[in-house]
């Protein structure tokens, strides 16, 4: 199983998008300053994960959803509770 996650900045309010087999560990390691492009938004914390059966899947997801560089789809994700590509 593997989970398409969005933070958000507590410092800065904005977004960001990943994929991870196992999201507590992940959320430790970005706040934690392991990841280069988050070391200075933290603290992060998770706003929205869903689960896919495979990591293949979850990446199509992730890469979809960084494609459309839009707010205002993260926004309504999270408030949805659901990310509904179409097909």
């Known amino acids: 199983m593997c989970t398409v996650y969005i933070l ?3 410092r ?3 977004y960001y ?3 991870t087999t196992n ?3 992940r959320l430790k390691e970005h706040n934690l300053g392991k990841t280069k492009s988050l070391k200075y938004s933290r603290p992060l914390e998770v706003v ?3 689960d896919y059966n495979s990591a293949e899947e979850a990446r199509k997801v992730e890469y979809k959803l960084k494609s459309f560089k839009s707010r205002e789809i993260i926004e309504r994700i ?5 990310i509904n590509l179409g097909s």
């Open 78 to 82: 999270i408030k949805d509770k659901i």
């Open 17 to 19: 998008i990943g994929s």
């Open 12 to 14: 800065s309010g904005r």
């Open 8 to 10: 958000k900045s507590l």
């Open 23 to 25: 999201l507590g560990r």
């Open 48 to 50: 929205f994960s869903q």
